[in-house]
């Protein structure tokens, strides 16, 4: 595709599912970034990949937040027994010429 | 660490008339990109501009264009013949020189355009 999709638009879960949100970068776009943006806030940094490897995992809220990109294209940012405050629209970015392109997010609401 | 700051929550402007939006920023970096970005309620992020901080001139890409002082570290948006279409949150993000890939946002400017 010509940009970057992200899939499900909208997740609800109740508190304490697991959650699984994906990202399909642009096509060849080597770097891969996670941010998460709650409501009212700019978004906020989570984790960047470089092709399958993932260089800076600092920003993921705790231990219960994983992201993966086995082959180095498609990304999965998983959120195990989620709880109220991970409510919020996570967004998938890729990078070329120096600047983010951002896909569409994933609203999560944990209720 | 860096901060981005956007002090106006809430902006309006007439339609086909012209609005700044402000943007500052707290680094102690000489090397550095500025970006503003668009987020439509539809909540797609869309690159408006973007100003490298080596550069003097000020960017513009259509209707749109900055004013950066870096001295001030200041970097406002303008919107010219603002359109319906401008309606949208706007972000201010702050990025590192090399090697650096983290973008620092601010909290966004919520604009309003009146027919």
């Known amino acids: 595709g010509a940009g970057v999709s992200q899939s499900p638009r909208y997740k609800v879960a109740k508190r304490g599912q697991d959650v699984a949100l994906r990202c399909d970068p642009i096509?060849?776009?080597?770097?891969l970034f996670w941010y998460q943006q709650a409501l009212g806030q700019g978004p906020e940094f989570l984790t960047y990949?470089?092709?399958?490897?993932?260089?800076?995992k600092s920003g993921l809220p705790s231990d219960r937040f994983f992201a993966e990109r086995p082959e180095g294209s498609v990304s999965t940012l998983k959120i195990q027994r989620t709880q109220q405050e991970d409510s919020a629209v996570y967004l998938c970015?890729?990078?070329?010429?120096?600047?983010?392109?951002f896909g569409p997010g994933t609203r999560l609401t944990v209720t | 660490a860096q901060t981005v700051t956007q002090s106006q929550p809430e902006m309006s402007v007439q339609e086909a008339e012209t609005v700044t939006l402000s943007c500052t920023y707290d680094?102690?970096?000489?090397?550095?990109?500025l970006f503003w970005y668009k987020q439509p309620p539809s909540r797609q992020m869309i690159l408006v501009i973007r100003?490298?901080?080596?550069?003097?001139q000020n960017a513009t890409e259509n209707r749109f264009s900055v004013n950066f002082q870096k001295a001030a570290k200041s970097f406002s948006l303008k919107i010219s013949d603002s359109q319906l279409g401008d309606a949208a949150m706007y972000f201010c993000?702050?990025?590192?020189?090399?090697?650096?890939?983290?973008?620092?946002f601010g909290k966004g400017t919520k604009l309003s355009v009146i027919p």
């Open positions: 970015a890729t990078r070329t010429w120096g600047s983010l392109y």
């Open positions: 096509s060849g776009h080597v770097s």
């Open positions: 990949f470089q092709n399958e490897a993932q260089l800076d």
């Open positions: 680094t102690s970096e000489s090397d550095y990109y």
């Open positions: 100003q490298e901080a080596y550069k003097q």
């Open positions: 993000a702050y990025r590192g020189g090399a090697g650096s890939y983290q973008l620092t």
